[in-house]
Every structure is written in C-alpha cells, then in structure tokens.
Antibody, heavy 117, light 110 residues
C-alpha cells in the first residue's frame, strides 16, 4: 500500500525558507507513470497546487509561487522535497505531498507549517 | 492561473441527490478529461472520489458520479447520507502543464 509521509519543521520564521520532505513507501518514486508534488491549504481556506516533479527532475510550478519554490527528488532515498523561500504569515498552511497522474490521486496526511516569529 | 469556480455551499436532505458544478475554461476543464473530485473532512487529507471526469476509484460508493459538458464539470451525489457532509473540491490539469483547484464547496446534509 502506497504511503506518503511529510516531515519538516512545524514553525518557520518570516523571511526564512520553509523546507519539507515527503517520504514514499509502498511504491517507487521512479515510476514513469506518475509525478510527485505538493498542495497547500491555509487554515479555513481551499487547496492550492504548489508544484510537481518527475523522477527525472523535470519540474512544474504554480506561476504565483514559481519565484520562491524549488522542488527536488532523491530517487535513491525514494523521497522528494519542497523549499519555499522568503515566507510570510500568508504561507501558514497545511502542506500535503501527493502522487500525481496529471492531478493528485494519492495524498499524504499533511503537516501544518506556521510562519511566525 | 484562475481557480475553477464552485458554489460555496450546497445542501440537501437525506435520500435526495445534489450536484456540485465546477466551471473553468477551454484551457483546463474544457481542454482535458483530467478532472478529479475530492472529499475532505475537517482536519483530514482530501480523498479522491472521481478521476478523469467520471471514473470512480475502487472503494468509492457508486452514489458518487461525475460528468462534464464543455467547460463545466459536475459531481453528483445520489441518495444523500449524513456521512456525505464534507467539503468537496474539483481540480483540473491545464494547457500550461499546471494544476488548478476549485475554491471548494461545503455540502450540508439537512
């Protein structure tokens, strides 16, 4: 059974870089059938796609976040990562990692990241 | 990219049917059959209910169905049950190789 698990700091200071990792088990991140990516959800608000990455390293980003987002993949460890720079309070959200077949079809449980000094 | 348009809320009585719409453009909903629907309970991760417009993952009740006409996709829930009360989100792949979500619809079972 596929499992995705987000990990990373739950608290990040304004202007710093948010870093999260998604560990994949029960399936290979090197599958040519899927992309891997991130979706966030601010408290009480809707879902927002952040970006997706293929195992080869090819990336696709939300245009509104592109200047601050970097996705990477480590096939040897079967995980992928998110970096979001210059964060503000508006970046406070639950961050979900997900497997994508064009759009998300399998989700991690999510992790809350709060931006505060 | 603009979010897909969903009604903020819908409601129905147990046993009734409801439909949630998801309106986009020819660059997303109308351009691809990569439209999915998710159910989300408070504090929980979204759950895939419909993929590729009208396909149901294994384990999802056949009371849930999806369709599309032009730039608008729809999720229909028949035989409403109390457990269906949740938030529902649509999403679509786009011609820019990006992903866009709807704003979400809160379903209330009266």
């Amino acid at each position: 059974q596929l499992q995705l698990q987000e990990s990373g700091p739950g608290l990040v200071k304004p202007s710093e870089t948010l870093s999260l990792t998604c560990s994949v088990s029960g399936g290979s991140i090197s599958s040519s059938s899927y992309y891997w990516g991130w979706v966030r959800q601010p408290p009480g608000k809707g879902l927002e796609w952040i970006g997706s990455i293929f195992y080869s390293g090819r990336t696709y980003y939300n245009p509104s976040l592109k200047s601050r987002v970097t996705l990477s993949v480590d096939t040897s460890k079967n995980l992928f990562s998110l970096k979001l720079s210059s964060v503000t309070a508006a970046d406070t959200a639950v961050f979900y990692c997900a497997r994508f077949s064009a759009v998300p079809n399998y989700w991690g449980q999510g992790t809350l990241v709060t931006v505060s000094s | 990219q603009s979010a897909l348009t969903q009604p903020a809320s819908v409601s129905g009585s147990p046993g009734q049917s409801i439909t949630i719409s998801c309106t986009g453009t020819s660059s997303d909903v109308g351009g691809y059959n990569y439209v999915s629907w998710y159910q989300q309970y408070p504090g929980k991760a979204p759950k895939l209910m419909i993929y590729e417009v009208s396909s149901r993952p294994s384990g999802v009740s056949n009371r849930f169905s999806g369709s599309k006409s032009g730039n608008t996709a729809s999720l229909t829930i028949s035989g409403l049950q109390a457990e269906d009360e949740a938030d529902y989100y649509c999403t679509s792949y786009t011609t820019s190789s990006t992903v866009v979500f709807g704003g979400g619809t809160k379903l209330t079972v009266l």
